[in-house]
């Protein structure tokens, strides 16, 4: 089946950059996103790529996607205390359903 | 813009009690879902709907039921809650690139 995975935790000193990671296993994935959820909401869409991309950047952000080892990752330039979130990885596989991963608790320390 | 309506909130069940949790949508969106979401283990897809009358099963649907009678709505029923359901609720609305819009959840506790 589909599986999702990320780290759980990561803390970073504000101003640095972050760089979260996730593999996914479905090879057929046609879009991958990254979500935010700031503590006691829901979540909001950071991000997505087409998965016959490489690279996508918005803004601070920077998307990498590794389509033969299946790994993609979020960057965060010049990180900020108000990027403090859970960030999830999803793929939308075959069957039209998004798998998400279990989440990675970004702490940004001043 | 309201983009997509959960209710209630907050929630506090006994055990066998039963509830619904309400989604509804502006956005003229055929896909919504239900995701719980736990420590540690991300969200997991309950029921997904793909249109009006039509509603599928997702990764853990044991002990819950939805309905699809309209576009905008699509509630969640408990028929006899379990301590196990206690949880943060999810209600998601896809347009056709994936893009999820999620509600604000619904804090679920069952004693």
């Known amino acids: 089946g589909e599986d999702v995975e990320q780290s759980l935790f990561l803390s970073v000193r504000e101003g640095d950059s972050s760089v979260i990671n996730c593999t996914y296993t479905?090879?057929?994935?046609?879009?991958l996103y990254w979500y935010k959820q700031e503590p006691g909401a829901g979540l909001q869409l950071l991000t997505y790529?087409?998965?016959?991309?490489d690279m996508k950047q918005d803004q601070r952000l920077t998307v990498l996607l590794n389509k033969k080892d299946k790994h993609l990752s979020l960057r965060i330039a010049d990180t900020q205390t108000g990027d403090s979130a859970i960030y999830f990885c999803?793929?939308?596989?075959?069957?039209?359903?998004?798998?998400f991963g279990s989440g990675t608790q970004l702490t940004v320390l001043p | 813009n309201a983009g997509v309506t959960q209710t209630p909130k907050f929630q506090v069940l006994k055990t066998g009690q039963s509830m619904t949790l309400q989604c509804a949508q502006d956005?003229?969106?055929?896909?919504m879902s239900w995701y719980r979401q736990d420590p540690g283990m991300g969200l997991r897809l309950i029921h997904y709907?793909?249109?009006?009358?039509?509603?599928d099963q997702g990764e853990v649907p044991n002990g819950y039921n939805v309905s699809r009678s309209t576009t905008e709505d699509f509630p969640l029923r408990l028929l006899s809650a379990a301590p196990s359901q206690t949880s943060v609720y999810f209600c998601?609305?896809?347009?056709?690139?994936?893009?999820?819009?999620f509600g604000e959840g619904s804090r679920l506790t069952v004693l």
């Open positions: 998601a609305s896809s347009s056709n690139t994936g893009e999820l819009f």
């Open positions: 709907s793909v249109g009006a009358g039509i509603t």
């Open positions: 999803a793929e939308l596989g075959s069957a039209r359903q998004l798998t």
């Open positions: 479905d090879s057929s994935s046609t879009y």
């Open positions: 956005m003229n969106h055929e896909y």
């Open positions: 790529i087409f998965s016959n991309m």
